[in-house]
């Protein structure tokens, strides 16, 4: 069994509220967001590159579980 891997990234709920969405790796080596209750996040732009650079890392990650597979 791999060792979990799992990010939190700050976000805003619809009502502006902050939140967190979670970036996940499952148990298939599949990359995992969890949103806030209401499905939604936001994020400025700057904000995003945050939660874009943790999908990627979490992307890379999953990709060496994986055996190298894109």
């Not at 509220?17 to 936001?42: C, H, L």
């Not at 943790?54 to 894109?70: D, F, K, L, N, V």
Request: proline residues 6%; positive net charge; glycine residues 8%.
């Amino acid at each position: 069994m791999q060792e979990r891997w799992a990010k939190t990234v700050p976000c805003r709920d619809l009502a502006g509220r902050i939140r967190s969405a979670t970036v996940a790796i499952t148990d298939k080596a599949e990359v995992a967001v969890s949103m806030p209750p209401g499905g939604s996040g936001f994020w400025t732009p700057s904000e995003f590159r945050q939660f874009i650079e943790t999908a990627i890392a979490a992307q890379m990650e999953a990709s060496h579980r994986r055996g190298g597979e894109r």
